[in-house]
């Protein structure tokens, strides 16, 4: 049941538009893998290329080791689970279950055994008689699921397949998907433009921009070292300022941020300016007297989230300002308070890529 997925320099052109440009990644079998990004930069295609919906106009496609680049979806043994679930309205859910199994010639006994057990694995068992009008949003998401499942594919994909839940239903659909792919050792590639979801769920997460990747990594490696600008903003709110590298010396990079002189990871860069790239959660502000290797600021907006303050803070001696998240909700600054900035060395990364 399981495969990996590479893609050697793959593209996919209609006419003038370039859908997939020149796409390199590889997906290791038994692991779930997130294409990330924003609406048309190419996530439906790849998932598409990798069923076979659609051939590759130049590269490679390989799943478990076999090239598939010309092959039909039929000899892939790949199945997708869509958006819109695209169950059948007039079969019970056990015979949605079983039709994939049916048209491949599987006895109608043999069918319904395994639609039983693949259903009661994804918690519908009981439903086998229902149409899906009569589901909810989450129970037809997971009759689509066990259709897909069925079928003991190597690999599955998922293309936004929550986006029809509400947003209470995602996180538990979400988290079933993920204990299922683990506990059965499912190779799953996983389409969504919701950062947290791929945070959560993925052992790797590719985020695609403009028909290419932008960075490949895990979930921890996107959120603390993004590659550029855009994965730093797409991953998540970050803060990027301008910095002086000031020397190197091996991997480390002594960097300047006004008064402060942090030492880290040089990611490939040089001495001169670059960009740092700081998390919400990576700023600690403070009241009363400069401390040393901290900046000074003013809070320039103030929001109460529940569990935690938003502040936007114009930082002395900058144009841009610094947004911060902190959990102190009890006694929190004032819009206009004067405040002193200090830096985490977790979510504090230069951008090795100072472009888009
Ligand atoms: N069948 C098609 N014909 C022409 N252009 C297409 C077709 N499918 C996708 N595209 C274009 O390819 C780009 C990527 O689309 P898609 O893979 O659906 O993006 P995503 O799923 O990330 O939103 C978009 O510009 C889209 O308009
Ligand atoms: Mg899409």
Known sequence: MSGGVVFQAVSKRYGGVTAVDGVDFEIAAGTLVTLLGPSGCGKTTTLRLIAGLEQASSGR???????????????????????SYALFPHLKVLDNVCYGLR???????????????????????????RLPSELSG???????????????????????PLSNLDASLRRHVRDEIRALQQSLGLTVVYVTHDQAEALAISDRIIVMNNAGIAQDGTPRELYETPADRFVAKFMGEASILPVTVEAIDGDTATVCLGAITLELPRRGLGTGAGALAIRPHSARLFAGPPESNTLRGTIR?????????????TIDGFSDSLFVVDTNVVTPFAASAPVGIALTSVGVALLPRATS
């Open 61 to 83: 496609i390989f799943i478990d080791g076999i090239d598939v680049t010309a092959k039909s979806p039929g000899e892939r043994d790949v199945s997708m689970v869509f958006q």
């Open 103 to 129: 048209s491949s010639g599987v006895g109608r006994a043999r069918a319904a055994e395994q639609a039983r057990a693949t259903l009661n694995l994804v918690g519908l068992t009981g439903l086998e008689d």
């Open 138 to 160: 989450g129970q037809q998401q997971r009759v689509a699921l066990a259709r897909a499942m069925v079928l003991e594919p190597r690999v599955l994909l998922f293309d936004e």
């Open 301 to 313: 907006r103030a929001v109460y989230g529940g569990d935690h303050m938003e502040y936007d803070v």
